[in-house]
């Protein structure tokens, strides 16, 4: 009788440990004290985000299930004339800083120094809220291109030119304005290197991004 009652608690515990393991594989890396990230994975939709308030929970999401729920996020986008209540340049919606990434490297100091050539940001340095690196040249596919909307220094486009995917809420109409994760290009122009404003998308639809070398991805920052 003890002898059953022994093998029926091994296996209870053994059931017990085998669940707690699944679930501790299951759960995503987390980093509670990460303030900037590239998503890992679009809302699907091409460069139509749900505007600026879509792609800000969209961050609010994916920085939830890495453990940093606790900050405020916004999406590094800038929006043209065209959008409600007027422009709105990236580099104004994100907060004073300091950011640092999911491994707690501090990739800027504050605004002025993410938009100097001091910035520390780089294909190893531009990790997605689950520590990961987001693929750049040299993989395939090369998901490098992070939609931005805005200028090097962060500022939105005239409102003539529609590089915001129709203030992120198109999945085909206009183009959107990319940088690059590893800050660099196929061209030897400074323009091509830069984080926030390397080229422009050959449409907002999915395969279009994809085609030009991006995902859908965007950068999201704690404010």
């Known amino acids: 009788m003890n002898a059953k009652l022994n093998v029926a608690l091994l296996a209870s515990v053994l059931s017990v440990g085998m669940t707690v393991g699944a679930q501790a594989q ?10 900037f990230f590239v998503t890992s994975t679009g809302p ?21 299930a890495a453990g940093a729920s606790s900050k405020t996020w916004r999406a590094y986008l800038s929006t043209n004339a065209g959008a409600q209540g ?3 340049n990236a ?10 990434n999911f491994k707690g490297e501090v ?4 605004v002025d120094d993410l938009h100097s050539d001091n910035n520390k940001l780089s294909m190893q340095t531009s990790l997605t809220e689950r520590g990961t690196i987001v693929a750049g040249v040299g993989y395939t ?14 500022r939105v486009f005239p409102g003539n030119l529609n590089l915001t995917c129709n203030n992120w809420t198109s999945p085909t109409f206009g183009s959107a304005m990319v940088g690059h994760i ?6 030897d122009t400074v323009f091509a290197k830069s984080w926030n404003a390397s080229h422009m998308s050959r ?9 030009t070398g991006g995902n859908g991805f965007f950068y999201c920052f704690a404010q």
């Open 86 to 88: 007027g422009p709105i």
């Open 44 to 64: 699907g939709k091409g460069g139509d985000l749900g505007g600026l308030e879509g792609a800000d929970r969209h961050c609010q999401t994916l920085a939830t």
């Open 107 to 110: 990739v800027a100091q504050n």
């Open 182 to 187: 590893d800050r660099r290009g196929l061209s």
């Open 203 to 211: 449409s907002c639809s999915p395969d279009d991004l994809r085609a």
């Open 91 to 100: 580099r104004d919606r994100i907060g004073n800083g300091p950011w640092q």
């Open 26 to 35: 299951q759960q995503p890396p987390q980093s509670p004290n990460m303030t």
């Open 141 to 154: 596919p090369n998901y490098h291109d992070i939609m931005t909307g805005s200028t090097a220094e962060g």
